[in-house]
């Protein structure tokens, strides 16, 4: 049988780092981010925060699998800022991470071999300096239930030791639960032996 990843790996909050090559300095900022709506106010608040910065260059990866991502060279030569960053969060195998570097020119042109390195080195800086940490691949389910089935409804979910995200406990009963993917076929299974339990799989997407 195959075996199913439900893990993956992020980081847990902002960190920073800075690289300084022949007077051009890059500061860089790792951020958690969970979806490509999350990244746009982040640019635009270190657009305004670093106003006067020449470059603000930037690469992100999103989804369990890694399946969504861009890159940015914001006015660099094609390829030698946001594939190099963005080659640094494929390395540490991390998801759902953006990574911007913001660089003050200083003077001297590095050359594209130059700039590959500074924009690898500063992103990797600023994920040295984050926290790592492997994240569960969850499904959320709504289960209703008559309340008599309610101490059955507790006692899978304390064995199973399951996150509540929601209960409602009234004349019909309803609890959100979130389930590890490797675990949903057992949970279900589990499910079914109780009376007037129902679930129903809630989309996040």
């Known amino acids: 049988m195959e075996e199913i990843k439900d893990t993956y790996y992020t980081i847990v909050d902002k960190a920073q780092g800075l690289y300084k090559e022949k007077g051009s300095k890059f500061f860089s900022y790792a951020f958690p981010v969970s979806n490509e709506d999350e990244v746009k106010p982040i640019l635009q608040d ?9 470059h603000h260059c930037y690469a992100y990866v999103i989804g369990y699998d890694g399946e969504r991502w861009r890159v940015n060279d914001d006015g660099e030569p094609s390829s030698t800022a946001g594939k190099p ?6 390395s540490r195998n991390l998801t ?33 300096a984050a926290k790592i940490v492997e994240r569960t691949i969850d499904e959320i389910y709504k289960v209703s239930f008559a309340y008599p089935a ?33 675990k949903t076929e057992l949970f279900l299974k589990t499910l079914d032996k109780i009376d007037s339990a129902v679930a129903e799989k809630i989309n996040t997407d």
């Open 96 to 128: 759902n991470t953006l990574v911007v570097v913001v660089r003050y020119f200083g003077g001297t042109k590095l050359g594209v071999s130059g700039l590959l390195n500074a924009y690898k080195a500063a992103a990797a800086a600023a994920l040295d």
């Open 85 to 90: 960053i963005r080659g640094q969060i494929i």
């Open 150 to 182: 309610t101490n059955d409804m507790m006692r899978l979910i304390n064995e199973e030791d399951l996150p509540i995200i929601n209960q409602e406990f009234d004349a019909s009963c309803s609890i959100t639960v979130g389930v590890r993917l490797s």
């Open 46 to 54: 270190l657009r305004k925060e670093f106003h006067d910065a020449r």
